[in-house]
DNA sequence: ACTTTGATTAACGAAACTGTTAAATAGCTA
DNA sequence: TAGCTATTTAACAGTTTCGTTAATCAAAGT
């Protein structure tokens, strides 16, 4: 586990960390578009909708495949599930009903306990 | 939905962007921290790692309660969660076996099957 | 009071991000 | 070939981010 895997997230995130981009890959969940297409919806220039699928693409959250003189913009959701796993290994955390210990004492009636006996997400930095 | 929500997610997503936060968070797991404790395995200088303390207190992720000259630093999973909900939505984009029945199938204990009506995420945006 | 310790803010510079307009590229169409 | 359409790249400016060192603030110990 190096730095890869560590940088891909920056990546994932950084891309996920923008109001334009994330309403593109809300349009690209109806189906694939071309990139005139998404302009529509998003009032930008086309320079700058381009540097954002770019973002979108290093990412490894969208593909583009060249057609005519079209570029058909594609959701690749890969990307989006590594996030959510990085995310979920704090699922803990949050829901009270993870964990199966904490499941048992809440079944069995008994309190919740403590942050630290919780298990802990892997670190993926150097 | 308003804007709120949106810039909410950006702060969210902005703060997971930077692999030296994630690890920060990964270190708030095994428990509240003070600030100099988290430096010793975030080799950087005071001000750098307040600051992205301070990003990170603004996305929501993390709390600090003044004890003393120290400040203790806590994990704040509900920010977590709402970007899990929020990457959630396009799981059926990624796992051919989700889907909103299958989800249903999931909860009541049955067993999972293979579908292709997928739902679209909300637009969270203006 | 004075010093030490823990942490933040101030000030600065380098690099990255976001948008713009203008120009370039590539593929159709007449 | 010329011209139109779709998209990207170039060049530029404003803002933000990220790190540094120096200075500041606040609490504790002496």
Redesign the interface.
Known sequence: MLNNN??R???I??A?????R??I???L??GPTTVGALQTPTPMSAPALSRHLKVLERAGLISREVEAQWRRCR?Q??G??D??E???E??S???DKFDSLDAYLEETGKDSR???T?G??????D
């Open positions: 560590s940088d997230l920056s990546e995130f950084g996920l960390a923008d109001p334009t994330r309403a890959l809300v349009q969940t109806q959701l959701a890969a989006l599930r996030a959510a990085w995310i979920a704090y699922r955390f949050w829901d403590t942050n630290s919780r802990a997400p892997d670190n993926d930095t």
